[in-house]
């Protein structure tokens, strides 16, 4: 079973489209963050949820929502797509709010996102 | 503000040793984690660091001292499965915050 999926692995759509990513943990951790690797490989946190609750919103353009059905679940939903959102979208999940007691994310695999 | 630096890239040869140094500036401290990623994969966690001193697993160590907001991160023993992005990575009061990365290079 994998740990953190994430889904889908690849996205090519065209500018001006809405898409959604989802993600699901199984780890049962209570905190879900979404970071962007731009194509430096620029790793950056977008949000962070715990226990369903918004913690962080780092400054993300509101055509990014994020929603977290449950603590097990932490979806992204991105409207009028725009080339500069092409990146590597990846889910993580940590025990609690800042990983601190272990130290550790577990990531998803990604989802590489492709705009047109 | 918060800010990380690290080289960008280094390059070792097989059965070496190569540290990888991380500098941070940023409040609300706790430690300085370091990540591993393979190209085309997810970061994988190696290390956490809180107290001042060395955490050694295996072939690969890190280093913090909090008073010189200085890290590091030192592979033995280099193998070719090594090469990957290393990043080193800030714990703070409420996030993660990442490095650009060091791409490692390791030439047989």
């Known amino acids: 079973d994998t740990a953190v999926s994430q889904t889908p692995k690849y996205l090519v759509t065209q500018m001006g489209n809405d898409k959604s990513i989802k993600c699901e943990q199984n780890l049962g951790h209570d905190t879900m963050y979404w970071y962007k690797q731009d194509s430096k490989k620029f790793l950056k946190i977008m949000f962070s949820?715990?226990?369903?609750?918004?913690?962080i919103n780092e400054t993300v353009p509101n055509r990014f929502s994020p929603k977290s059905p449950d603590k097990a679940h932490l979806n992204l939903h991105i409207n009028s797509l725009e080339l500069g959102d092409s990146a590597v979208y990846f889910c993580a999940s940590s025990q609690d709010l800042q990983g601190v007691a272990t130290g550790e994310l577990f990531f998803g695999e990604g989802s590489r996102l492709t705009v047109l | 503000g918060q800010s990380l630096e690290q080289p960008s890239e280094v390059t070792a040869v097989e059965g070496a040793i190569v540290q990888i140094n991380c500098t941070y500036q940023t409040s609300g401290f706790n430690g300085l984690f370091w990540y591993q990623q393979h190209a085309g994969e997810a970061p994988t966690f190696l290390s956490y660091?809180?107290?001042?001193g060395l955490e050694e697993t295996g072939r690969f160590s890190s280093f913090l001292s909090r008073s010189d907001s200085y890290g590091y991160l030192l592979l033995q023993e280099l193998q070719m499965k090594d090469s990957a992005s290393y990043f080193c990575?800030?714990?703070?009061?409420?996030?993660?915050?990442f490095g650009k990365g060091t791409r490692l290079h390791i030439l047989p």
């Open positions: 990575a800030v714990s703070r009061d409420d996030k993660i915050i």
């Open positions: 949820y715990n226990n369903k609750e918004l913690i």
């Open positions: 660091n809180v107290l001042d």
